[in-house]
C-alpha cells in the first residue's frame, strides 16, 4: 500500500521541501548504503528515493532508518532496510533541520528522533541536510527550542541541572495535551530556550555530560553540505 502525502496545490514552504528532497534524493547512487533522516522533508526524501528504486535507476542500496517513521516509510516505498549493527559504513545521510546556522551547525530533535539521527548523521562520510529558508538562522537558539531526550525517571533532575546551565525546561506534551511525547526509545523530551546559543559546541558537550540525558539536538561540525530551497517570488531554487 503507497501512503498519499503528495498534494496537488502546494504551498511556497511546501514546494521548497519538494525541491531540495528530489535533489537531495538524485544525490544517491546504487551501490550506497544511506542514512534515512526524519520530518516532512526527509519523508519527501525517502519517497523521491523510493521512485528511484522502483523505477530500477537505483539498485542495491541499504538504508538505516533514523526513526520508526521512516522506516514504515522506507518500507511503504519499497527501500530495503539495514541496522546500524549490521552495516560497515554509511555512505551518505539526507536529514532535516530544525536551525541551521553559518557554520552549517544545527538543531534538529523537532521530531524527537535526534538521538537516532545523531548515531546516522554522525557516521556517515557525507552528511546532507534539507531545508526550506525559513530555517537559517544567524544564532542557534534564536526560533527553536533545543530537544533533550531523557530518561523519563529522571526528567525533573536534568530539568534542574538545565536551568544550571541557563536554559527554561519545559516537557514536551502530545498534541491537546494527552501526555508527554515518548521518543521510539521510551524515553521524555525537554525542549530547553536557551535565548542565543553561542558556543554550540560546548553547551553540546554540557548537556549531555548531565547523568539522565540520552542526547540533545545540537548537531555541531557534522554537516557536509545544506541544501536550502529558497523562494523568490514564484521562484524555488536549491
Ligand atoms: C526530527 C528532526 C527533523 O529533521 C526536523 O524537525 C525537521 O523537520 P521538518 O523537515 O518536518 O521541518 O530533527 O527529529
Request: hydrophobic fraction near 40%; charged fraction near 25%.
Amino acid at each position: 500500500m503507497l501512503l498519499n502525502t503528495r498534494k496537488p496545490v502546494m504551498d511556497p514552504v511546501t514546494h521548497m521541501k519538494h525541491e531540495v528532497a528530489k535533489a537531495a534524493a538524485s544525490r544517491v547512487q546504487s551501490g550506497m548504503v544511506v542514512g534515512l533522516g526524519s520530518g516532512s522533508t526527509a519523508a519527501l526524501m525517502i519517497q523521491y528515493l523510493g521512485d528511484r528504486v522502483r523505477n530500477g535507476e537505483l539498485t542495491n542500496i541499504q538504508a538505516v532508518p533514523t526513526s520508526f517513521q521512516s522506516s514504515v516509510l522506507a518500507n511503504e516505498y519499497g527501500i530495503p532496510l539495514t541496522t546500524l549493527n549490521e552495516v560497515d559504513r554509511i555512505d551518505i545521510a539526507i536529514d532535516g533541520a530544525d536551525e541551521v546556522d553559518p557554520q552549517r551547525n544545527l538543531i534538529k530533535g523537532g521530531g524527537a528522533c535526534h538521538t537516532r539521527e545523531k548515531l546516522v548523521d554522525a557516521r556517515a562520510e557525507q552528511f546532507i541536510v534539507v531545508v526550506d529558508s525559513s530555517k537559517l538562522v544567524e544564532a542557534l537558539g534564536t526560533t527553536f527550542l533545543l530537544p533533550v531526550e531523557v530518561l523519563p525517571e529522571a526528567y525533573i533532575q536534568v530539568g534542574k541541572a538545565l536551568e544550571k546551565l541557563g536554559g527554561k525546561p519545559e516537557l514536551r506534551m502530545a498534541v491537546k495535551k494527552a501526555g508527554p511525547v515518548v521518543t521510539d526509545q521510551g524515553n521524555l523530551v525537554l525542549d530547553v530556550k536557551f535565548d542565543r546559543i553561542d558556543q554550540p559546541a560546548e553547551l553540546e558537550k554540557a548537556i549531555n555530560n548531565i547523568p539522565g540525558v540520552l542526547e540533545n539536538g545540537l548537531f555541531v561540525g557534522l554537516t557536509d553540505l545544506v541544501l536550502v530551497g529558497e523562494v523568490d517570488g514564484d521562484r524555488v531554487s536549491v
